[in-house]
């Protein structure tokens, strides 16, 4: 049952009634609770991931400054926002119109519905918002005992880490519950894939090679009790909103094939069309060399729609990596015109670089493979018996940015006490950067293939 704090009774009868449609054609959700906003308030929630509880952070404050610019000057527009928790909380902005309301409504309903039922999210922890809750207070705390400028310069050392994890890590640990607790059903009552990870990493987990480095940091580093408790906090909040990384034209395409669906079959009143049309189109446009992930994935469920698929099912099982290589073929890249762009030295101008089905293919899954987030692996933790750590970049078609991984590695190297290496390979050629936390050297040799 949604609950509909602060709505006019005409909102809350249209939102009893777009509840209804969703769930008969089978979306699944739980409970959702729509508040109304002001605009600038939705900015601001937005700037904290949609916590409002979240610890404060200058950063957060940028994030706002930026998005309340793009509103002041009709550059940018936020119409919803919504949080995977349990209840779903959902924003809906005063000043949008009735239409907008319900065009809203009904894409969070599909976006709790992909919350429930998507595979990727089954891991992440429901009580979010009184976990943030806690994380703030914890912060506050640190930051009355060691001073607001200590805390967020460790902070920031840390916020430059929450990359270095695995994507596939809470997946792993959710299906090894769910497994013991198939064998065993007096394991049913297993707990959150939180408590498994706090309890995997105390007894002994996250040791070399591992790909979720910042949880070996969290644990192993030499850091007093406080910033190793800062750690943690990063690491979860970090984890929490991977999933939505890893499916985020997924995600978005779900909503936005339902309220699309929703809204045409009747929900509409015919003064409200055009207006519809208008801003479905806007939210779906995309300029030449951009995904637009409302476009690309709304087609892409469509498609399989049209296949005769099971779309329920593959919003069910897929990321948005393994759902591009299910269903992008040659004639859905000429159909949407998903070709690879590039930029005209000499005109300046951004002009098709190749429309070779299988090049722009492998550079989409390219460019989704790992959330995104760049393949790194721990592989050493005593490197020449000296304590230093090993990083390895993997590559899969993606150059290692050298310059932001220079900075990166030299936060691992003051969290961890001693120097810290990374290496990459670019054809023929590894290329490797050391810091010892304050200075930055690199070199590189040939590349020998081994086996």
Do not use: K, W, Y
């Given at each position: 049952m949604t609950k509909r704090t602060?709505?006019?009774?005409?909102?809350?009868?249209?939102?009893?009634r777009i509840e209804r449609i969703a769930r008969s054609v089978g979306l699944d959700f739980g409970d959702v609770v729509f508040e109304m906003v002001d605009a600038r308030d939705v900015n601001a929630l937005a700037a904290y991931g949609g916590f409002p509880v979240r610890y404060p952070s200058w950063r957060f404050g940028m994030d706002f400054e930026r998005l309340d610019k793009g509103r002041q000057y009709g550059l940018s527009r936020i119409y919803e926002l919504v949080i995977n928790t349990d209840p779903a909380y959902a924003w809906l902005v005063r000043t949008n119109s009735d239409m907008e309301q319900k065009l809203v409504m009904a894409h969070v309903l599909g976006h709790a519905d992909f919350f429930r039922?998507?595979?990727w999210f089954q891991p992440t922890d429901k009580g979010m918002l009184d976990r943030m809750a806690d994380h703030g207070t914890r912060i506050r705390r640190a930051i009355d005992l060691h001073g607001q400028d200590t805390v967020e310069a460790f902070l920031d050392m840390c916020l430059?880490?929450?990359?270095l994890l695995d994507p596939f890590l809470p997946l792993r640990e959710h299906m090894k519950v769910r497994a013991a607790a198939n064998r065993d059903p007096r394991l049913a009552a297993e707990p959150s894939f939180e408590a498994v990870r706090e309890r995997a990493l105390t007894g002994g987990g996250?040791?070399?090679p591992t790909f979720d480095v910042l949880g070996f940091l969290a644990e192993r580093a030499p850091l007093p009790e406080w910033q190793r408790d800062l750690l943690r906090i990063v690491r979860a909040e970090a984890y929490y909103f991977l999933p939505q990384r890893m499916t985020k034209i997924m995600n978005e395409g779900w909503a936005s094939f339902w309220h699309s669906r929703i809204l045409t079959g009747g929900v509409l009143d015919a003064s409200e069309v055009v207006e519809f049309a208008d801003c479905h189109s806007g939210a779906t446009a995309s300029a030449p060399g951009q995904l637009n992930p409302y476009k690309l994935g709304i087609e892409m469920f469509r498609t399989a729609e049209e296949r005769g698929l099971d779309i329920f099912r593959l919003r069910r099982v897929h990321n948005d990596a393994s759902f591009v290589d299910a269903i992008i073929d040659e004639d859905f890249v000429a159909r949407n015109a998903l070709f690879l762009f590039g930029r005209n030295g000499r005109t300046g101008r951004t002009e098709v670089e190749t429309r070779e089905f299988r090049v722009v293919k492998?550079?989409?899954?390219?460019?989704l493979s790992w959330g995104g987030l760049p393949?790194?692996?721990l592989v050493d933790d005593d490197h020449a018996g000296r304590g230093e750590l090993i990083l390895r970049h993997h590559h899969d078609g993606?150059?290692?940015?050298?310059t932001h991984a220079a900075e990166t590695l030299k936060s691992v190297a003051r969290l961890w006490g001693t120097s810290v290496h990374i290496e990459t390979r670019e054809e023929s050629t590894v290329r490797w950067i050391s810091s010892d936390g304050a200075e930055i050297r690199t070199g590189e040799r040939p590349y020998e293939r081994v086996g």
């Open positions: 602060e709505l006019s009774a005409q909102l809350r009868h249209e939102a009893a039922s998507n595979v430059v880490l929450d990359n996250s040791r070399p492998e550079r989409m899954l390219a460019d393949r790194i692996e993606r150059d290692l940015q050298l």
